[in-house]
């Protein structure tokens, strides 16, 4: 059970523009103080951040990437999709109830 | 350049304590709102955070696993360290460690995480 709800999967073809979304609460995403942060993770590797503090990029992160945060949903878009971005995307947030760290249960995106 | 790296066992048997440790370069776990955490996935799983600590010694833990999960510090050998109590087979898992920069319990910089196993 995951306190972060993603789509297990999505995906799409060279060069389209692709969204994840990840539904939270008001415990989490839903205040406007936790901020989400977005991940992507290759098998056998290290997950590396996308986005932090809803929609900024860290350097070295393409600009196809972007984020941003609605109510208790954060989302996730990847234009100009390539093969290389078949990956598993996670959302995560602060929750003030738990006083933890939530993750989502990842989206596995695939490039057809 | 910041990096972490997870060592401790590969192999467990049921009941017993694991003991996991973070080394990292790059910053010190003295410097204001620097945190480090412990994430692990299992196999074919999603990622699940366990446990928090900042710069402050401040501690956060997964409210499923508190009871069994203890997080320390070691600021002169830049070491934290992750102890968890009755390792049971659904604890196999690759765990990671991860760099907080600035409080905000989000992770810029990952270990590549360690496999531990659970069986007996």
């Known amino acids: 059970q995951s306190f972060l709800t993603q789509s297990p999967s999505a995906s799409g073809t060279p060069g389209q523009r692709v969204t994840i979304s990840c539904s939270g609460s008001?415990?989490?995403?839903?205040?406007?103080?936790?901020?989400a942060y977005w991940y992507q993770h290759l098998p056998g590797t290290a997950p590396k951040l996308l986005i932090y503090?809803?929609?900024q990029r860290p350097s070295g992160v393409s600009d196809r990437f972007s984020g941003s945060k609605s109510g208790t949903s954060a989302s996730l878009v990847i234009s100009g999709l390539r093969s290389e971005d078949e990956a598993v995307y996670y959302c995560?947030?602060?929750?003030?109830?738990?006083?933890?760290?939530?993750f989502g249960g990842g989206t596995k995106l695939a490039v057809l | 350049q910041i990096t972490l790296k997870e060592s401790g066992p590969t192999l467990m048997k049921p009941t017993q304590t694991l003991t996991l440790t973070c080394t990292f370069s790059g910053f010190s776990l003295t410097t204001p709102e620097v945190g480090v955490a412990w994430v692990r996935q299992p196999p074919g799983k999603a990622l699940e955070w366990l446990a928090l600590i900042y710069w402050n010694d401040a501690k956060f833990y997964s409210s499923s696993l508190k009871s069994r999960l203890t997080v320390s510090k070691d600021v002169y050998r830049n070491q934290v360290v992750l102890r968890m109590t009755n390792m049971d087979p659904v604890d196999t898992a690759t765990y990671f460690c991860?760099?907080?920069?600035?409080?905000?319990?989000?992770?810029?910089?990952w270990g590549q995480g360690t496999m531990v196993t659970v069986s007996s």
């Open positions: 995560s947030a602060w929750d003030d109830s738990l006083r933890g760290v939530v």
């Open positions: 991860a760099h907080d920069s600035v409080g905000d319990r989000g992770f810029d910089v």
């Open positions: 008001s415990s989490n995403i839903g205040n406007i103080r936790n901020y």
């Open positions: 503090r809803n929609n």
